[in-house]
């Protein structure tokens, strides 16, 4: 099976989930800027670094499917796991919102941001699964540091909340953003030596 | 006519019946786990069934789609009831959540899942109408027990809401989606032979 | 100009709209068949009217799109000015909810359906002024009688609206739906020429 | 890279901001039209102001697509950026009608406006920064006046509600809009020249 729908959903999901989070931004009920902050100073900076997350999964997804075409059932469900932790976002990042950064609601969206960095994993390796992907991904990716990376800091990033200031835990959280931020050649590099 | 545009308009409509769900899910007011059960705890689950069953229905309607690709104005209103029923479940889902399952919600949504059933089967007999294209499912899908089966099991749990517990008509609902999350190799093998 | 991106962005707008008016369906606070039918039982009604008015759209928009395929800038915002209108039907139709088919709403929700219906119509002629589509348009349409009984029947209902009881207007908007869900076979029909 | 999943995750986004802020329409709770126009008065037109703004944003994204189709890491992150600021619409547009027209709602909502004028200038820079591509859009879009004389309007009406009445700071971000609104023919007369 080709990957053009499983494609085309997905952005629709991914674009639904972007976008409805800034319904949460509350309307401020003053007019100075003192009650924009107010009422949402916390809540546009997560806003916007949920925002940034789900960027770097579209982009990461994206790119997963530029090098790789075939899909089957496995890769289906593991792109709805996916898809059902990213979904999750709108509503831990609400809560950890609402509680001004409390220790539990730090600590579960960072458990939410490792479900979905492992079920990322988990759909690399479904599509790895089938012939001839194989090498094509470990061509344009090399090793999955990276990925690996991601998951060890979010973990940091947990601990960190639970035994320190939960504050200290989204400095990890946010170095992960950072990474996946500085553009990937890995995938543009494998592309043009592909075109020649 | 092709069905292209069917696809992608369904694929939105898919898209934002499984994402705006979990709209529905309250921000706990407390900053514990317990409050997130006490705020969450059964909509979580409910809030899993429901998405679990939106992608079944994406993906079965993605391996309709795969072996053909006639559409006629029959085929249009049949998918316009599917995505109709679809798009209820939100409402449902929500209602038994705030019942606490109580018998009637527990009811309405084994309606809604067997009014969601019926129009797939509908959808599948008026693709099959087409010239040409009652050989390819046919011989894709065999018979048709599995969705026979479904449309059971959706009445069976109705009836024991009605008649036992209400959480009791839960057991067979839960049934259908493990039947169906299951890959399902029929299509896979078929397009397999096809491009023998 | 191709017209590929205006569908998929058309698409995307009609799927939104068609899906958010179920988060318009209040959740009923009993638990009986009597609060489901107190707390939407008018809502469910013109939801489905409502869903019916957008697949009927969907689908004329889809068939338009079929016969012709070159757009300009000028088709650009004809199909900006038939969205708009049709974002409106989930307020419109909330209000006529809401108010229990008071006289003003009902009035204001046949406006809304006549808007509709006039941005299509010139949605049709800023397709048929490019070179080359008059004529097929007029091939498979033939004349555009059935869209002109349309703002004819709609204008009626306000009529009726004003001047007698409020839920008689809904008599000839419900018309206007009965008269497109019968499939067009204009569009078959050209499409079959064509292809021979 | 293509760009064609770029344009169809943009589409889904465009899609769901230009739709979502019907929601914010609040339904009268009378049912008179003075009660209408009580309830949405400002709110309608606002929100056909920002209608027409993301409907513009729609059609020079999709010229600018026409005319590149070569994207990299870079180009995707603009786009972000530009998606970022423009769903951030709803909620200053909120915030605006909410004040009736108070001078810091109407500077954030001017600033908002900037914002995205400026990322789409920075989009179509990383665009002409890919080989061959930026031929192709000077040759296209000739020099892009049009955009910078748009970022002086906006400053202009930020300006203006600063020093003089909030209101007064509206005609500007009019003047851009209508300034966009009558359609650019440099895009299709290069197209055309292209043709032949």
Chains 1, 2, 3, 4 share one sequence.
């Not at 499983?6 to 100075?32: K, N, R, W």
């Not at 979010?154 to 909340?161: F, H, N």
């Amino acid at each position: 099976m080709g990957s053009n729908r499983l494609e085309a959903f997905s952005d629709g999901v991914l674009a639904i989930i972007i976008t409805i989070m800034v319904l949460e931004l509350e309307v401020p009920e003053g007019h100075e800027w003192s009650d924009l902050w107010d009422a949402t100073g916390l809540g546009l900076l997560t806003y916007l670094l949920s925002f940034v997350y789900i960027g770097i999964y579209w982009n990461n997804h994206h790119h997963l499917f530029q090098i790789c075409d075939e899909v089957d059932g496995g890769v289906l469900w593991a792109n709805l796991l996916l898809l059902f932790s990213l979904s999750l976002y709108p509503f831990t990042t609400a809560w950890m919102d609402e509680s001004e950064l409390a220790q539990v609601p730090v600590v579960a969206y960072g458990i939410n941001l490792l479900a979905a960095g492992a079920s990322f994993y988990v759909l690399e390796h479904m599509m790895a699964r089938l012939p001839g992907q194989r090498d094509k991904l470990r061509e344009a990716f090399g090793r999955t540091t990276k990925e690996q990376l991601s998951l060890l800091l979010y973990t940091l990033g947990i601990l960190l909340a639970l035994f320190t200031e939960p504050w200290v835990g989204l400095v990890p959280y946010v170095l992960v953003a950072l990474m996946w931020v500085v553009p990937d050649r890995r995938v543009e590099r494998y592309l043009a030596r592909q075109a020649e």
